[in-house]
């Protein structure tokens, strides 16, 4: 018996060996295959694209015009930087990322490339880009990128996020800030009409990120993290949707009524803004499966569509 049970055990930790050995060199051939798309990935390239057009529309709404090498050299600069922030995001949320559907393939959680790998590539970036603006740009917008990075890879993830309900909101302030940077870039100073830009962004994240925070709220609840929809519920946020996307219809005239756009931009903006309350109206009052979703990704289109609709609407009326 005694004989048995020794055999039993020494097999069983053969097994558990066995099955450590393979977990690693799972692990290790995970690492292997990671390539150039990994690290792309990490830069979160369609999240950065929006916010590059963010910035360069500040660049090109100041009343100077800039040259098309200033603006690839501040466009640079900020994507490094804003990749990099990505970067530092996947790291820090590599135990959420795990956890949740829409994440869990992302380069860091799935292992692919290890997290010293990616904070290293992060800091990279990020040095080169603050590198770049503070040499070849101006010292306001480095620090007022490097600013914004500290805000989302930092404050938001680290804090906020796993914090408060309100993470989105307050954390929004980091994500609004391009516009300003791409201003700033341009001419060295603040302005009235470039805090305008900033507050459209900041009133059009929380209804933007709730809509995917009420289709995902499912992987929030298994990650622990407390987005609204988890802790106040789905129907009280589909209320603060709603009730966002008629203050972002407000604060969306103020361009207009400060003179610093024209007629085409209100029109344009008006139908982006009551299609976004359509949206929000279905939400609260004829949801389906997908509306939640559908009304994520129509935010999107509304606020790339709104920058383009003021530039457009200043080159018309300014040249």
């Known amino acids: 018996m005694a004989r048995n049970a020794v055999s039993i055990r020494n097999e069983t930790v053969r097994a558990s060996k066995a099955a450590v050995d393979s977990n690693s060199q799972a692990v290790n051939s995970t ?7 990994d690290y792309w990935a990490l830069t979160k390239p369609k999240v950065v694209a929006l916010i590059l057009l963010t910035a360069v529309v500040g660049m090109y709404l100041t009343e100077i015009v800039p040259s098309l090498l200033q603006v690839a050299v501040a466009t640079f600069g900020i994507g490094l ?12 949320d590599r135990r959420i990322d795990i956890q949740m559907a ?24 990020s040095a080169i880009g603050f590198a770049i603006l503070l040499v070849w740009v101006n010292a306001l917008t480095a620090w007022l990128t490097l600013a914004s990075l500290l805000g989302y890879a930092v404050v938001y993830t680290v804090w906020l996020k796993r914090a408060t309900p309100q993470n989105i909101v307050i954390g929004g302030l980091a994500g609004a800030m391009p516009p300003l ?5 341009i001419t ?36 622990g993290v407390p987005m609204l929809p988890v802790t106040h519920g789905i129907e009280f946020t589909k209320t603060c949707i709603l009730l966002y996307t008629l203050l972002l219809t407000l604060v969306c005239v103020l361009p207009w009524a400060v003179g610093m756009s024209g ?32 009304c994520f990704h129509f935010s999107i289109s509304h606020l790339m569509w709104l920058f383009v609709l003021i530039l457009a609407d200043h080159w018309i009326n300014y040249g």
Do not use: C
Request: charged share 15%; net charge positive.
């Open 188 to 223: 060295g100073e603040f302005h009235g009409h470039a805090l305008l830009l900033v507050m459209i962004i900041f009133v059009w994240t929380p209804p933007h990120f709730w809509a995917l925070a009420i289709h995902r709220r499912d992987d929030y609840v298994k990650a």
């Open 102 to 125: 829409r994440t869990y393939h992302r380069p860091v959680a799935q292992g692919r490339v290890s997290s010293g790998a990616a904070l290293a590539f992060a800091l990279t970036l």
């Open 81 to 92: 930087m804003a990749g990099g922030a990505a970067a530092i995001n996947h790291v820090l």
């Open 31 to 37: 690492r292997k295959a990671a390539s150039w798309a």
């Open 263 to 294: 007629l085409l931009y209100l029109f344009g903006a008006s139908l982006l803004n009551l299609r976004f309350m359509q949206w929000a109206w279905r939400l609260k009052f004829r949801p389906d499966a997908q509306t939640a979703l559908h």
């Open 181 to 185: 940077l791409g201003w700033t870039a």
